[in-house]
Nanobody
Framework: QVQLVESGGGLVQAGGALRLSCAAS????????MGWYRQAPGKQRELVATITSGGYTNYAQSVKGRFTISRDNAKNTVYLQMNSLKPEDTAVYYC??????????????WGQGTQVTVSS
């Protein structure tokens, strides 16, 4: 059983910063890409940022230059440092990871989501 547990969401004023963390635990052989997605009320879930096991990163245009994704492979953890937050960043943020529980089994896993609210 694999679990992704997120932490770090909350309420912050515009211009402020938050750091999200997501730790994977359970039966893990290896972790490929990890990433963050978000879903605002009434909108579809969208990609925020992803990072490969080798450290290659990809960002949504709306967060480039403000958000930084990183990971600690020894801890099976991915982070999202969010700076210069804007009210339009308000959403539930979800962690995602492509995890091999065994060498033959690759699956997509999601965290439970953490609320980020940015006040104007």
């Amino acid at each position: 059983q694999v679990q992704l547990v997120e932490s770090g969401g909350g309420l912050v004023q515009a211009g402020g910063a938050l750091r999200l963390s997501c730790a994977a635990s359970g039966s893990i052989f290896s972790i490929n890409a990890m990433g963050w997605y978000r879903q605002a009320p009434g909108k579809q879930r969208e990609l925020v940022a992803t990072i490969t096991s080798g450290g290659y990163t990809n960002y949504a245009q709306s967060v480039k230059g403000r958000f930084t994704i990183s990971r600690d492979n020894a801890k099976n953890t991915v982070y999202l440092q969010m700076n210069s937050l804007k009210p339009e960043d308000t959403a539930v943020y979800y962690c995602n990871a492509q995890i091999q529980a065994t060498v033959f089994r690759l699956s997509d896993y999601w965290g439970q989501g953490t609320q980020v609210t940015v006040s104007s």
